[in-house]
């Protein structure tokens, strides 16, 4: 699905991603079984927020149930939600992280490699990766090794470290974020998630969580009621590392540089 829209035009946003996710493929019917040996082992959170140390929030699953029937869930050096949760299951092909009570922390989907969701009282996005990270994050540290730079957008000149930071919130929790590409939106931190369409180059995007994962930062963006997904790391045509948004804007929230052509990087 292509669509340009400008960041705020929530109408519009809806319209396209509700076409979108009528037409996307379902996922194939698997046993609890096959999800619970799918999903087993060992999994990390590599955004600090989730870390009680230096090092990222490790959790182990375990394969086989207790004594109580229960999967057990044991969290390593960290904080937040992560730190409380005590047994897992599986419930509608998703991944149900609980606490000492049986008090659901978090759904997660995905796959064996990465998992999202959201945090049951916080709605805040979760992010949990096996040790190597994803195939996306091992493609773009081949192309950063071959070129040795983030170029910025479709430039050729390297973007700064900063440019490469999360951005810095406001006291309303938000932060604008400028595109550099054409980028495609997802329902998820993941880019196997749903595809939910392009915002154009230039767009002025309000965001209200950034999550770091093994691929770099991931931003949320609400349109209306609908959240949005946007990778801050990509490689452009296959071989470009890139940054594929600033931090700041040089236009107000929803004001678009007309941007027609296919886009550039997911």
């Known amino acids: ?11 519009a946003l809806l319209a396209a991603l509700i076409a979108g996710l009528a037409t ?26 989730y870390s009680s140390g230096d090092g990222p929030c ?4 375990a394969p086989e149930p207790g004594a109580d029937g229960q999967y057990t869930a044991m969290p390593e050096g960290c904080a937040d939600i992560f730190a409380a949760a005590e047994s897992w299951s599986i419930d509608n092909a998703n991944l149900m992280l609980a606490d000492a009570q049986g ?28 040790a190597e ?5 091992q493609f773009l540290s081949n192309a950063l090794r071959r070129h040795t ?26 932060a604008q974020v400028e595109l ?3 980028l495609t939106a997802y329902s998820q931190p993941r880019r196997g998630s749903a595809s939910l369409g392009v915002i154009s180059q230039g767009n002025c995007v309000i965001v209200d969580q950034c999550l770091a994962a093994s691929d770099g930062l991931w931003c949320r963006a609400r349109f209306g009621e609908t959240e949005a997904w946007l990778g801050k790391a990509a490689v452009r045509q296959a071989e470009w590392p890139i940054v594929t948004y600033v931090n700041g804007c040089t236009a107000p929230p929803g004001a678009a540089a007309p941007d027609t052509s296919p886009p550039e990087s997911g």
Do not use: K
Request: hydrophobic share 35%.
């Open 149 to 174: 730079c983030f170029y910025l957008g479709t430039s050729a000149e390297c973007s700064d470290t900063q440019d490469r930071d999360r951005p810095v919130f406001d006291d309303d929790g938000t």
């Open 103 to 130: 008090r659901t922390l978090a759904q997660l989907g995905g796959n064996q490699a990465r998992i999202t969701g959201l945090a049951s009282q916080s709605g805040r996005g979760v992010i949990l990766e096996r």
């Open 58 to 61: 490790r959790i182990d699953l």
């Open 133 to 137: 990270g994803d195939a996306h994050a």
């Open 24 to 49: 996307a493929p379902q996922a194939g019917a698997q046993s609890a079984q096959e999800f619970i040996a799918a999903l087993s082992g060992s999994w990390y959170a590599f955004d600090p927020a």
């Open 180 to 182: 550099s590409v054409n």
């Open 1 to 11: 699905m292509r669509m340009t829209v400008e960041a705020g035009n929530g109408g």
